[in-house]
């Protein structure tokens, strides 16, 4: 991916958060729920998940959406 392709990026409510906060080392409680927070106001949100889907990122909160939800997304869409 160019980052022509990554512009969105630029544009994400994320953008002034802590890194921490979308890639925790040691996930705290109410980290997740403070992440999707700010994913849900977030203007490119089917952007980055859909960039996180395509290119298969196992780490972090993109879209809206944890590792875990991406795989399971993922495993659902292989099954159709
Ligand atoms: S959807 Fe979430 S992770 Fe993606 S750019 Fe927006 S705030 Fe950042």
Do not use: N
């Amino acid at each position: 991916m160019t980052p022509a392709e990554l512009g969105w990026l630029r544009r994400g409510a994320c953008r002034t958060s802590d890194a921490e906060l979308f890639f925790p080392l040691s996930p705290t409680p109410g980290q997740e729920a403070r992440a999707k927070a700010v994913c849900s106001g977030c203007d490119v949100l089917a952007d980055c998940r859909e960039y996180a889907m395509r290119a298969g990122e196992t780490e972090g909160i993109w879209g809206g959406m944890t590792p875990d939800e991406r795989r399971r997304a993922r495993w659902a869409v292989s099954l159709q």
